[in-house]
């Protein structure tokens, strides 16, 4: 499989997770609401699409640790929820790197 293909199935199994956990949670402003689901989607695909395609020569999945919580750091920082976001960011890197690791 390509690296390109399996970073637009990472990205957009990532992306796609990420908007059911967000979709029970209740917000009085729809349009915030929807716009929260997009900027999820869009920052949790990028990290699944990044993640296959980027080689800095170490193991992939330490690569997604780090590309899952660089690409979280700047949502947690402007919503001030540090650990959820964070931690889904490293979590779902972490497993995308393990997915690479044995696609090779």
Avoid: W
Avoid at 26 to 44: H, M, T, V
Avoid at 68 to 93: E, K
């Amino acid at each position: 499989m390509s690296r390109l293909l399996l970073g637009v199935l990472c990205g957009l199994g990532f992306g796609i997770l990420v908007v059911f956990i967000l979709l029970p949670q209740k917000n009085d402003n729809k349009r915030e609401k929807l716009e929260g689901i997009i900027s999820a989607f869009i920052e949790r695909f990028m990290i699944g699409f990044i993640i296959p395609n980027f080689n800095i020569g170490i193991n992939p999945i330490i690569t997604g640790g780090i590309i899952g919580l660089g690409l979280s750091l700047p949502d947690s920082i402007v919503t001030r929820s540090y650990i959820p976001i964070n931690a889904v960011g490293i979590i779902g890197g972490l497993i995308i790197g393990i997915i690479v690791n044995f696609v090779k």
